[in-house]
């Protein structure tokens, strides 16, 4: 996990804790045994990790364990095709409809196409559009694409990503489903290069290995249109990650994507391995690794934790918010406003020496997980150089509830590291809403948890940030 301020790191945490206890019961489903390798898995693994917007990554469970990314690798290499030919070329050898069958169907549409890049059969396609377009391909040829190919990978995930060759050998050695595919789409013209080839290729894809930790960052780079945010560096165009979003939106999660999409509502890819990856535009990635898979192909503590996220966390992608998309509106210390003129002469130039130590954090739109994650880390990386927090609120239009307890949580923490957290909260929008909750659900609410001190104006914050610093002025 990356080091970040304990306290809140583990309030993260403790929310992917608790959905992580929630799914460890789920014993059902069964590990994939069609490939032999994968059958090897360890089926009560889990893990479950988050990559922010900007590149920082919280991980619980088992984020260190290397599984093969099978078909959540087939974004990505749709991804590169699209690069390498552009859309019209693309879109002539692969469709864009959901199938409304199992991955390994043989699926084509009316012109004898894949019907999408997310079924077994899209993903030779696009495989086979990155080698050269000859009947004849030399292995150096396959080598030198595929090195190609983990030099993709390895950028979007911000490590240099390793392949499994027993998974590999165990894929070549059983694809014969995989074989009847694309001999199928080479009899009907679709590839245009050696099937065995592009077979080749398509199985050492599926067998590099990642962690939950890769999958975040893959899926955080999808969601902001191409740019990994923990390296800086554009992988893919913006216009190339709408397309990935979109069709893992609709064709994720194969026979199962109407439902996925209804009650998750992120667009997420599945492989065999047990993983799933996540990417919540603009937002989040999200990865989770679980074995054991349910009748569609998907890890069902895998799905079941996605639900939770959603639902828990408000990360639905089409939850209704009036988003300004620019959480924090201005960061100031208390140096824009006048010392109070009920002090003495002595206590005001105290106080005038010390304006840099109280700080102001004016926030607007409306507050979801993801934002107040954000602004978190934002006073974390402050927090030194300031002994008093302000949060002022009066333009927050929605506080929804997960948001709600991470503010009071957050506060909580800074408190027990000896700061001082006052709200500026004119329309008691924390409060009414902790009291809603806890009316409704039977949670925690005002009644039992310690809220920050709240003011109903500015000029009230300000004072007892003054009154506070005075506490500490020489006598």
């Given at each position: 996990?990356t080091?970040?301020?304990e306290g809140r790191t583990?309030?993260v945490?403790?929310?992917?804790?608790h959905?992580a206890?929630?799914?460890a019961?789920?014993r059902?489903?069964?590990?994939a045994d069609y490939?032999?390798?994968?059958?090897?898995?360890?089926?009560?693994?889990?893990?479950?990790?988050?990559?922010?917007?900007?590149?920082?990554i919280?991980?619980?469970?088992?984020?260190?364990?290397?599984f093969?990314?099978?078909?959540?690798?087939k974004p990505l290499?749709y991804?590169?095709a699209?690069?390498?030919?552009g859309p019209?070329?693309?879109?002539?050898?692969?469709?864009l409809?959901?199938s409304g069958?199992a991955f390994?169907?043989i699926?084509v549409?009316?012109r004898?196409r894949?019907?999408?890049?997310?079924?077994n059969?899209g993903?030779?396609?696009?495989?086979?559009?990155?080698l050269?377009?000859d009947?004849?391909v030399?292995a150096?040829?396959?080598?030198?694409v595929f090195a190609?190919l983990?030099?993709?990978y390895?950028?979007?995930?911000?490590?240099?990503?390793t392949?499994?060759?027993d998974?590999?050998?165990?894929?070549?050695?059983?694809?014969?489903?995989?074989?009847?595919?694309?001999?199928?789409?080479?009899s009907?013209?679709?590839?245009?290069?050696?099937p065995d080839?592009?077979?080749?290729l398509?199985f050492?894809?599926?067998s590099l290995?990642?962690?939950t930790d890769?999958?975040?960052?893959?899926?955080?780079?999808?969601a902001c249109?191409g740019?990994n945010?923990?390296?800086g560096?554009?992988?893919f165009s913006?216009?190339?990650a709408?397309?990935l979003?979109?069709?893992?939106?609709?064709c994720?999660?194969?026979?199962?994507a109407?439902?996925?999409v209804t009650s998750v509502g992120i667009?997420?890819k599945s492989?065999?391995g047990?993983g799933?990856?996540?990417s919540?535009?603009?937002?989040l990635?999200?990865?989770?690794?679980?074995?054991r898979?349910?009748?569609?192909?998907n890890?069902?503590r895998g799905?079941?934790?996605?639900?939770h996220?959603?639902?828990?966390l408000g990360l639905?992608?089409?939850?209704?918010a009036r988003?300004?998309r620019v959480?924090i509106?201005?960061v100031?210390d208390?140096?824009?406003?006048?010392?109070?003129?009920?002090?003495?002469?002595?206590?005001?130039?105290?106080?005038?020496g010390?304006?840099d130590?109280?700080?102001?954090?004016?926030?607007?739109?409306?507050?979801?997980?993801?934002?107040?994650?954000s602004?978190?880390r934002?006073?974390?990386?402050?927090?030194?150089?300031?002994?008093?927090?302000?949060?002022?609120i009066s333009?927050?239009d929605?506080i929804?509830?997960?948001?709600?307890?991470?503010?009071v949580?957050g506060?909580?923490?800074l408190?027990?590291?000896?700061?001082?957290v006052?709200?500026?909260?004119?329309d008691?929008?924390?409060?009414?809403?902790?009291?809603?909750?806890e009316?409704?659900?039977?949670?925690p609410?005002v009644s039992?948890i310690?809220l920050?001190?709240?003011?109903s104006?500015?000029e009230e914050?300000v004072?007892?940030?003054?009154s506070?610093q005075l506490?500490g002025?020489?006598q």
């Open positions: 996990m080091s970040l301020t583990s309030l945490a403790g929310y992917l804790q959905i206890d929630q799914c019961g789920d059902s489903g069964k590990v490939i032999p390798e994968l059958a090897a898995a360890d089926p009560e693994q889990y893990g479950l990790s988050l990559c922010a917007h900007d590149g920082y919280y991980s619980v469970g088992d984020t260190a364990t290397e093969t990314i099978q078909s959540m690798s290499t991804a590169m699209l690069g390498e030919h019209d070329i693309v879109d002539a050898k692969i469709g409809e959901p069958e390994n169907e699926s549409d009316s004898r894949p019907r999408n890049p997310m079924i059969a993903a030779i396609t696009a495989a086979s559009l990155l050269p377009q009947r004849e030399r150096e040829s396959v080598d030198e190609e983990v030099e993709f390895s950028a979007c995930a911000g490590r240099v990503l392949i499994d060759d998974v590999y050998r165990s894929e070549k050695s059983t694809g014969s489903r995989n074989r009847a595919i694309a001999y199928m789409l080479d009907f013209g679709v590839i245009g290069t050696d080839a592009a077979l080749d398509y050492r894809q599926c290995r990642v962690t890769d999958l975040a960052v893959i899926g955080i780079t999808i249109g740019l945010p923990r390296t560096r554009r992988v913006r216009r190339t709408q397309r979003l979109s069709v893992m939106t609709t994720g999660m194969y026979d199962g109407g439902d996925w667009p997420a492989g065999v047990g799933i990856l996540g919540l535009p603009g937002q990635g999200i990865g989770v690794f679980s074995p898979l349910d009748d569609h192909g890890s069902v799905v079941d934790t996605c639900r996220l959603s639902a828990d639905h992608m089409f939850n209704i988003d300004s959480t509106r201005s100031y208390i140096g824009e406003f006048e010392v109070g003129p009920r002090w003495t002469g002595t206590h005001r130039a105290y106080l005038r010390c304006r130590r109280a700080r102001v954090y004016e926030l607007q739109g409306d507050l979801t997980f993801s934002d107040v994650e602004v978190l934002r006073i974390d990386r402050d927090i030194d150089s300031c002994d008093i927090v302000i949060v002022e333009r927050v929605v929804d509830p997960v948001a709600r307890r991470m503010v949580g506060g909580l923490s408190a027990e590291r000896g700061k001082r006052l709200l500026v909260d004119p008691g929008a924390l409060r009414d809403g902790l009291s809603r909750l009316e409704r659900t039977g949670l609410g039992k310690e920050p001190h709240m003011y104006t500015m914050a004072a007892a940030a003054e506070i506490e002025a020489p």
